[in-house]
């Protein structure tokens, strides 16, 4: 049996809980907060093909010294995940490489959205927690940029009741802007290029296209007021439309280019100050679903190139909850709230099953964020420096308890 007594709950209260497991230990809770095991709905964990950046076996540790228990991988891999078979192997490759660690960490997978490959959705459709439309170009090769994909894709969605995760960038104002800065090296042209009409243009879009076909649309890292404001009309409107932010825009913005250069390249871009303290509001008040990480890791070598070969994108699972639980203690939200984005309202969004999963977070300890400390492949994090607490200290997880100061 497994007993943690006088521990703290997410609305204050102080609870013993006890829990079945095959050798008897007991936690005491004084410093500790329980959380439900979490859930990060957007992850990039590079395989296939980009194992040189990530892979399961060192994020599966990563997650769950960050307190997640179940992740949702992106597509954009190498190749792309859109044909069954890709998706097939891929969940091999995944199950192979979490035996290795012995990690049961929870997964996943988005499908990607590809026109030339629209014939596959239908054999996958049962497997999939949803398709991912990227709107704009990131990093891998997948693009969705025409109208009459968009609303082929929709259309492909309703028919079989998937919900579509987009990464709302409109794909011809960057390539506008792109080429009008394409001298600049100076790394805040990342936010000027990717400018925040881009984003808002393709909500819009959206928006329209979730109102035209009835269905559920998953905004992912939304990073800017005016997206916002749309988006709190169109749920006003009683219109499926979800959405995410990530920790970067809650905690970075486009000041910060001095200090930290390619570490802040990421899309969509950091945005200023104004834009983060709408988001602040946005989270409170609910027109915020969920917060996924978007661990989407580079080598360093690779993130300390110059502004035109610099990859986009950043790690962050593991440092997502103590971010967040950090903003707590700082009195910028409520853990009950932190518990609704990181477990209730994705739980919900994509009807997940039950689960017994719990996460002991110490909420008394800081230390500081260092590189060498971080767990995933590419062992840099673009908080470093910060002085966090609320990292997790042990987490519960089908039937097994992990000590995470010793994995
Ligand atoms: O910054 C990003 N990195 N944004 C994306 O859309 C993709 C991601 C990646 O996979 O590197
Ligand atoms: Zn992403």
């Not at 997650?63 to 069954?84: E, H, L, Q, R, S």
């Not at 660690?101 to 014939?119: E, M, R, T």
């Not at 219109?239 to 802040?264: K, W």
Request: glycine share 6%; net charge negative.
């Amino acid at each position: 049996m497994l007993r943690i007594t006088n521990i703290m709950m997410p609305d204050g209260t102080r609870q013993n809980i006890e829990i079945s497991l095959s050798q008897d230990i007991t936690i005491d809770g004084t410093n500790l907060l329980a959380l439900p095991g979490l859930i990060d709905p957007h992850v990039h964990f590079r395989v296939p093909g980009l194992e040189d950046k990530e892979d399961w076996q060192h994020a599966s540790v990563a997650a769950i010294k960050g307190g997640y228990t179940t992740v949702f991988d992106m597509p954009n891999t190498k190749p792309a995940t859109t044909t069954k078979e890709r998706l097939d192997s891929k969940f091999a490759v995944i199950n192979q490489q979490l035996q290795e660690v012995n990690i049961p960490l929870k997964y996943k997978l988005f499908f990607g959205a590809d026109k030339n490959q629209f014939h596959e959705i239908y054999k996958v459709k049962n497997d999939i927690v949803g398709i991912k439309v990227f709107m704009g170009a990131s990093t891998g090769d997948l693009l969705m940029d025409d109208e009459s994909s968009l609303h082929a894709i929709y259309a492909l969605a309703k028919a079989h009741d998937l919900i579509i995760a987009l990464h709302a960038e409109d794909e011809l104002i960057i390539r506008e802007n792109a080429q009008k800065y394409a001298s600049e090296t100076d790394f805040k042209y990342h936010s000027i290029i990717r400018a925040p009409e881009a984003a808002v243009k393709a909500v819009d879009l959206v928006i329209k296209l979730t109102e035209m076909y009835g269905v559920t649309s998953y905004i992912l890292h939304v990073s800017t007021a005016n997206e916002l404001e749309l988006v709190r009309k169109a749920k006003e409107r009683g219109l499926p439309i979800f959405v995410e932010t990530c920790p970067h825009y809650l905690f970075l913005d486009d000041s910060m280019y001095p200090q930290l250069n390619g570490r802040a390249k990421m899309n969509p871009p950091l945005r200023s100050k104004q834009d983060q303290d709408i988001l602040w509001n946005a989270l409170n008040n609910g027109v915020i679903d969920t917060i996924g990480s978007d661990h989407a890791p580079h080598k360093l070598g690779e993130k300390e190139q110059p502004l035109c070969k610099c990859p986009s994108g950043v790690p962050g699972i593991e440092t997502s909850l103590p971010l967040l639980i950090t903003a707590w203690k700082n009195g910028k939200t409520t853990l009950e709230k932190i518990a609704q984005l990181t477990h209730d309202n994705p739980k919900k969004l994509f009807d997940l099953p039950d689960n017994d999963d719990l996460v002991l977070v110490d909420i008394e300890n800081y230390r500081e964020l260092k590189d060498e400390h971080m767990a995933t492949k590419c062992k840099w994090t673009p908080f470093v420096g910060m002085k966090l607490t609320g990292f997790p200290r042990y987490v519960f997880t089908q039937g097994r308890l992990f000590d995470c100061d010793k994995l």
